[in-house]
């Protein structure tokens, strides 16, 4: 029978187990340019047990930022911020993907260079607000992207991609899920162009394909990702039959072959399994939990068949040695998330692995 705890081969790699740290945004993009920090460098070195790393979601562009002081892999100076990163986590025995991000219409012009506004596929504003240096700040009415801006964000991703791979990542993710660009894309409540962008399930998948078509010519279809998140009401999506664009999305992959796909569970994990007999790739599992955090349970989600490898997150963020806990069950660090988003190392780089836990207290 088949382990979390055993390897795997995945974006031509050999994974040391099947347990992922899930992309978690941060907003401690400090250094020069919205680049990583050295402590970025130790936060994920630290969780390095993992099977495969997927860092926070990382945007590809200056106009593609929702949220302040996350990081960018667009400019010279972020992919050098990056590669001591790589280079950590390589030196500690471990995979990292990055994750490319772009918010779209989730964010606010106070966050982007002067004359860039959020994009969306349609001028749809959300309900809500997000985070800025002034506070919270309600939701815009974003910019409709045009063909021009449609072929801009795709070659984005791809020199993206490119960058991530000089910078000494192991492949690169494609977020396309939680409600930011290429969701809003797939939704319907989102996207209500009527061109060839828009309207059906087909034409609604088309921007996601683009992307991971484009990210997979730049650096090769088996160090590519796509995280999906069918049904997900965050960003103020609605999608009351995801099935249809999903299912359209995984047929119109099936030529390019994308090394593996994320699932953000919200909904009935009958879909999930629906889009697993779908895909030929690997596929890795955030599951759909109640009431709880992700733990020891969902390993048996590879033991079953279910996925190939399941993803972490908020217990991932708490525990630097979440696979050696996992597998002796326990115990496990609470997650601070007055430290979620922002600060200092506190509720970073602190959170103690089981070999300090136990030690004796002077």
């Known amino acids: 029978m088949t382990t979390a705890f055993d390897p795997i081969d995945l974006g031509g790699s050999r994974l040391r187990n099947r347990i992922v740290m899930a992309p978690m945004t941060r907003s401690r993009a400090y250094g020069p340019g919205l680049s990583p920090t050295a402590s970025t460098a130790t936060y ?13 979601g990382t945007q590809p ?12 892999l667009h400019s010279a100076e972020q992919a050098a911020g990056w590669r001591r990163v790589t280079d950590a986590v390589h030196e500690a025995g471990g995979r990292i993907f990055a ?34 240096a002034q506070g919270p700040r309600e939701f815009e009415e974003p910019q409709e992207l045009t063909e021009e ?17 000089a910078a000494g990542f192991d492949g690169v993710e494609v977020h396309a899920a939680n409600g930011y660009l290429a969701h809003q894309f797939l939704a319907p409540n989102a996207n209500l162009r009527t061109d060839g962008w828009g309207g059906s399930p087909e034409r609604r998948a088309r921007f996601a394909v683009e992307l991971v078509t484009a990210v997979a010519e730049a650096i090769g279809a088996e160090r590519t990702g796509l995280r999906i998140s069918p ?34 569970e919200t909904g009935e994990r009958s879909l999930t399994l629906e889009l697993r007999k779908r895909f030929a790739g690997a596929l890795i599992l955030n599951a759909r939990t109640q009431g709880r955090l992700s733990g020891p349970e969902e390993l048996a989600l590879v033991e079953d068949g279910t996925a190939d490898l399941v993803s972490y ?17 326990g115990p496990f660090n609470t997650p601070d998330r007055a430290t979620y988003y ?3 190392d506190r509720g970073y780089t602190d959170y103690p692995a089981l070999e300090t836990r ?3 207290q002077p």
Request: no cysteine.
């Open 44 to 56: 994920y070195a630290q969780r390095a047990s993992a099977g495969l790393i997927v860092t926070e």
């Open 61 to 72: 562009s200056a106009g593609g930022q929702g949220y302040p002081d996350t990081p960018g």
């Open 99 to 132: 994750q490319l991000m772009h918010t779209g219409r989730i964010g606010h012009r106070s966050l982007l260079p002067d004359g860039l506004r959020p994009v969306s596929p349609s001028a749809v504003r959300p309900k809500g607000s997000v985070y800025t």
């Open 149 to 165: 801006g449609i072929a801009r964000a795709v070659e984005e991703h791809a020199a993206a991609a490119r960058n991530a791979v």
């Open 231 to 264: 049904g997900n009401p965050l960003g103020d999506i609605d999608e009351p039959d995801p099935e249809p664009a999903y299912t359209a999305l995984l047929r119109a992959l099936e030529p390019v072959g994308p090394g593996y796909l994320h699932i953000v």
């Open 313 to 329: 997150g908020a217990l991932f963020l708490a525990n630097p040695d979440l696979p050696e806990r996992l597998r002796a069950g």
């Open 342 to 344: 922002g600060g200092d």
């Open 358 to 360: 136990r030690q004796p």
